[in-house]
């Protein structure tokens, strides 16, 4: 079956912009967490979304947005972008976390913020 | 809160040879996962090994094994006959509630 998927998988912005995410999980996931990976701070959380509704959330400033569909998809937005934003941004999908805790990882999108 | 600690932030093993990587998490507790993740060059994290916290068998898959020490909270993966595939970085997480914390990781180079 095929794995998780994220677009675009790299990304160039500029200081001030915004920019979306997006994250297709495994079909039947319904659990999709992003984190973040920076060579200074390693993987952080972000936050984590379960059938349309956020359970989980990471200690990142309100720039920091997300969503699911209702087929699961999520999307991540970062708005008024930083320098210090740029990083490796990696989805996760899983069944659920409580029935099934194995997490399924994407290659990630690598945002660079100029 | 519950951190990850990984001690060894490089590690070189020759080919076919074993490598043990070290991982100690603190946490308040009782049940939980904990797992070991790879993630090779291609930046793609591949989980490698899981562990329930309340089984004491260690869990072991193929050539990769752990060793849990729950009393210690301490979760070593062991890698017997290393192969060129196994260079990447390893990360050991915590899993509690419906989020992965992780250490810092370890570069783990195979060497032919």
């Known amino acids: 079956k095929a794995g998780v998927t994220q677009t675009p998988r790299y990304l160039i912005k500029t200081r001030g912009q915004q920019v979306t995410l997006s994250c297709s999980p495994i079909?039947?996931?319904?659990?999709v967490s992003w984190y973040q990976q920076t060579p200074g701070q390693g993987l952080q959380f972000l936050f984590e979304?379960?059938?349309?509704?956020?359970?989980n959330k990471g200690n990142f400033p309100g720039r920091f947005s997300g969503r699911q569909f209702s087929n699961s998809r999520s999307e991540m937005n970062v708005s008024t972008l930083e320098l210090g934003d740029s990083a490796l941004y990696l989805c996760?999908?899983?069944?659920?976390?409580?029935?099934?805790?194995?997490?399924?990882f994407g290659q990630g999108t690598r945002l660079t913020v100029v | 809160a519950q951190t990850v600690t990984q001690s060894q932030p490089e590690m070189s093993v020759q080919e076919a040879e074993t490598v043990t990587l070290s991982c100690t998490y603190d946490?308040?507790?009782?049940?939980?996962?904990l797992f070991w993740y790879k993630q090779p060059p291609s930046r793609q994290m591949i989980l490698v090994i899981r562990?329930?916290?309340?089984?004491?068998q260690n869990a072991t898959e193929n050539r990769f094994s752990v060793n849990f020490q729950k009393a210690a909270k301490s979760f070593s993966l062991k890698i017997s006959d290393s192969q060129l595939g196994d260079t990447a970085m390893y990360f050991c997480?915590?899993?509690?509630?419906?989020?992965?914390?992780f250490g810092a990781g370890t570069i783990l180079r195979v060497k032919s």
């Open positions: 996760a999908s899983s069944l659920d976390w409580g029935a099934d805790p194995e997490a399924f």
């Open positions: 079909s039947g996931h319904r659990s």
């Open positions: 979304y379960f059938s349309e509704t956020q359970r």
């Open positions: 946490t308040s507790e009782n049940n939980y996962y």
């Open positions: 562990q329930e916290a309340y089984k004491q």
């Open positions: 997480a915590f899993m509690r509630g419906n989020k992965l914390v």
